[in-house]
């Protein structure tokens, strides 16, 4: 739906290269961008224009992650036997150079087909490598995850129009930041872009907002890890709120906080004004024993409701990450914890995941130091699948459960409840409806995580993977259509019967008075009242601790 942040990072570095002439006055460079999330790689087409300039070029692949790196491969393999420069980053190159020994999960297959590797962050360091492509003499690893450039006045994410028609039309991203100061043991992000906030300045983003908005590109995802922890958050969204109440443009942002971020003054109000429509917030958890595991102390379970109503009361929709997995998570409990959840936090949309060793991440190093096995298949690495054992759970059950949690979290009473607290808080219920029916079906139809959905499944019977068998055109069109047919259908039903509860509740005259338990304001009682609070052993020791706080700077309890 949204183009990709990487790719548009790196378009924008190159195209500064280019308009810099680094290599030289006598060289025309063209910028091609491919996102196959939405468009067909033509490999053999791709050969043929190598082949008209003499196989003068470099084929990048950008933003590759652990699960996407066996196919990056599959794509580098004919550029290579063709002697065509290929070189590859993202998180995968960056994480394995920075938390392993360098070998370590197949990066020797790069080694053996003679692919650059790229580590770190590309802004002033893509010269380097344009350089060394030119003059085909790529070294083997470009590492430069130890030295992390300044982000302020640096080139910013851009991509033509023609490859944004692709996706929605009217959305982009950029990073405003990177960097998270926290240690959540399964995140890569800490290991790569770092802890320490790096930030564009607001003059940057104004110019992003400028020349994106000269296209008709007004809505955009700010990517960064946690943007309430942007030391020019405030800056910026006052930059915004200029852009948008004086200078007309009609921005829609969606971004990621984390669950304190209701306690820095004017940060939800500033974020309302600057547009902002969208909240992700790393729940991930409502134990806070499993919280303690992964080092995520941040996570104030006491804090959740006064966060979620913040965002309520501005109208802001909230999508929330959920971890299933951690030490002290079995089938029963996550069932009880969801239905905690539904009850009891004015939560919008639940994204569910499997706890997954990534490379690059701190899980990911303790088990491999440790000798301790995990899923071998790289494709797997997507947080769909479990890739390494459970204390408690079989491979099975756990399994089971994550696919299990969807059709339990989104069923049509509570996406009717979901749809009247909207109402009653006076959020865009049009906006919740696309967001139910992806959420809602995605899962359950295609057996992906719904950030991975679209309208139409790209497939071509020349394209399985190495090793596998090819199916005869006369097989593999036929079924192909015939599943299309079936997952439309199934479809079609979904959008109608959410836009008639749409249309019902919005008609409703007391739509406005609905309430209910997770809408009801914060009150002191709730260490005794909230399932939230009172089921868990680290429910009640976190409530004990916030007592305990409020007594000795003898301020108001919370619940």
């Known amino acids: 739906m949204i183009p990709s942040n990487s790719l548009a990072a790196v378009y924008g570095i190159a195209a500064d290269c280019v308009e810099r002439q680094v290599l030289g006055l006598d060289v025309a460079v063209d910028i091609e961008a491919i996102d196959e999330t939405n468009t067909r790689i033509d490999v053999p087409a791709l050969l043929a224009r190598f082949r008209r300039h003499g196989d003068f070029g470099l084929v990048a692949l950008v933003g590759v992650q652990s699960n996407q790196y066996p196919r990056a491969l599959d794509i580098a393999r004919p550029f290579r036997e063709a002697g065509i420069p290929v070189a590859m980053g993202g998180f995968h190159v960056s994480g394995c150079l920075s938390m392993l020994d360098g070998r370590a999960i197949g990066l020797d297959a790069c080694r053996e087909m003679g692919i650059a590797m790229f580590a770190g962050e590309a802004e002033t360091r893509l010269d380097i490598v344009l350089r060394d492509a030119a003059e085909r003499r790529l070294a083997p690893i470009y590492d430069f995850t130890k030295d992390l450039p300044g982000m302020e006045g640096s080139p910013v994410p851009f991509l033509p129009k023609r490859y944004v028609a692709r996706t929605l039309d009217v959305s982009a991203s950029f990073d405003a930041g990177r960097g998270c100061p926290y240690q959540c043991t399964f995140c890569t992000i800490i290991n790569v872009q770092g802890r320490k906030s790096r930030y564009r300045s607001a003059d940057d983003v104004e110019h992003l907002v400028r020349l994106n908005w000269a296209h008709g590109i007004f809505k955009f995802f700010i990517t960064d890890d946690n943007f309430a922890r942007n030391k020019e958050w405030e800056a910026i969204f006052d930059r915004l709120i200029e852009l948008r109440e004086k200078g007309g ?17 004017n940060f939800v109000e500033k974020a309302k004004r600057a547009g902002v429509t969208r909240v992700f917030i790393g729940l991930e958890n409502i134990n806070p024993d499993n919280l303690a595991a992964a080092k995520k102390r941040q996570n104030k379970i006491t804090e959740y409701r006064k966060m979620l109503l913040a965002w309520k009361t501005q109208g802001i929709m909230t999508l929330a990450g959920y971890i299933l997995g951690f030490p002290a998570d079995t089938p029963e409990t996550i069932r009880r914890d969801i239905a905690i959840i539904q009850k ?12 997954t060793p990534l490379p690059g991440s701190e899980d990911h190093q303790t088990l491999w130091k440790n000798g301790i096995p995990m899923e071998e298949d790289l494709n797997n690495y997507e947080l769909e699948h479990v890739c390494t054992a459970h204390p408690e759970m079989s491979k099975q059950e756990w399994e089971a459960i994550y696919h299990e949690a969807w059709s339990l979290y989104y069923t049509p009473q509570h996406m009717k409840t979901l749809l009247r607290r909207t109402a009653a808080t006076g959020g865009p219920m049009g906006s919740l409806v696309k967001l139910l029916f992806t959420f809602s079906t995605t899962d359950r139809i295609e057996k992906v995580h719904p950030l991975q959905s ?24 036929p079924r192909f259509a015939w599943e299309t047919l079936y997952k439309h259908a199934i479809l079609a039903g979904a959008i109608g019967r959410l836009l008639v509860w749409e249309m019902v509740i919005a008609r409703d005259r007391d739509a406005r008075a609905y309430t209910d338990r997770a809408l009801t304001p914060v009150r002191d009682d709730e260490d005794e009242t909230l399932d939230l609070l009172t089921k868990t052993t680290g429910a009640r020791s976190a409530v004990a601790h916030v007592k305990k706080i409020a007594g000795l700077t003898r301020s108001v309890p919370v619940g």
């Open 344 to 355: 009891e936090l004015p939560l919008d949309v639940l994204e569910f995941f499997c706890l």
């Open 249 to 265: 443009i009609p921005l829609a942002l969606m971004v990621q906080v984390d669950v304190l971020c209701h306690k820095i003054p």
């Open 454 to 477: 679209g309208i139409l499944r790209l497939r071509h019977p020349s394209e399985r993977r190495p090793g596998l068998p090819r199916e005869t055109p006369w097989i593999f069109w």
